[in-house]
């Protein structure tokens, strides 16, 4: 394709083009974050009702909510958000990170995630070329933000990205993209089969649940992607990472230990490390021991 030929010849093009990309990809990440658990519990709420039998709360046609309308708005005094304040971090940067019509501030997180799509796209870019690889490894990285963050927010992680990305990552391998088929499909089992039992066994041993079924699926998910070889890393750094930075939380902060601490994050983070530095961090453990 003459596209990729000329980023071929023109690297640094790429890398500009991917940037650019990312950030736009960030500005609507910041939509799904907010909006999907939204749309999520109000699901919820009509499946009950129909459940149980019940009228709808109002009579009123309920108006369009979606992650295209309604257009973008201030919380706090509900203007509408024009295109030209809405370009990634130049536009938060411009207003001083402030509603241009009421001077609420806008919260830094937004040109935050939209600054962290744009340059995981440029490393990936960078250290991928111009390839179909680069191209799947974004959509997995930008999947794994939007998880990162909702599962932060509201301890949920939406099927609606990871099972449609559970069935990408056994597809791109059914071309041998990022392992064997083989491989991807029995990730994909032991990823679940792995959680799930330690779910089970915790349930029994204390009557309570260590964790939600989101943790089983985007493990699988990773598995998918990345083959039952992987497994063991993303575990393992995992639950370091989430041991470590659980603890001081509470130790720093006076989180009550019986108030759940969401685990997706780090599985999110510690399969985009595995993905990304995988190998070379199994050979320095083998070299190194």
Request: glycine share 8%; net charge neutral; aromatic share 14%.
């Amino acid at each position: 394709m003459a596209i990729v030929e000329y980023f071929e010849m023109f690297p640094f093009m790429f890398l500009v083009a991917m940037l650019l990309l990312g950030l736009i990809v960030g500005s609507f990440l910041n939509v799904i974050i907010y909006r999907l658990p939204i749309m999520m519990e109000t699901d919820w709420k009509q499946q009950c009702r129909l459940l149980l039998e019940l009228e709808p709360e109002s009579k009123k046609p309920e108006k369009t909510f979606n992650l295209v309308h309604p257009r973008s708005r201030c919380p706090n005094c509900h203007h509408q958000i024009s295109a030209i304040e809405n370009i990634p971090v130049i536009s938060y940067l411009f207003l001083g990170g402030k509603c241009s019509h009421c001077g609420q501030k806008i919260s830094i997180r937004y040109p935050l995630i939209e600054l962290l799509s744009g340059l995981a796209a440029f490393f990936i870019a960078w250290k991928y070329g111009p390839t179909i690889q680069t191209l799947f490894i974004c959509l997995l990285t930008w999947a794994l933000i939007s998880l990162t963050m909702i599962d932060f927010d509201k301890q949920l992680l939406p099927d609606d990205i990871t099972l449609p990305f559970l069935w990408l990552g056994l597809l791109c391998n059914l071309f041998d993209m990022f392992t064997s088929l083989q491989a991807s499909v029995i990730g994909a089992s032991l990823g679940y089969g792995i959680l799930w039992s330690i779910f089970i066994l915790f349930k029994l041993l204390t009557g309570k649940e260590g964790m939600g079924h989101g943790d089983f699926k985007l493990l699988a998910m990773l598995g998918a992607w990345m083959g039952w070889q992987s497994l063991p890393l993303i575990i393992l750094l995992a639950s370091l990472s989430g041991s470590i930075i659980g603890i001081l939380i509470i130790i720093f902060r006076g989180h009550e230990r019986t108030i759940p601490i969401p685990f997706g994050p780090y599985l999110a983070i510690s399969g985009w490390i595995s993905l990304i530095w995988g190998e070379e961090i199994i050979r320095f453990y083998l070299g190194y021991f």
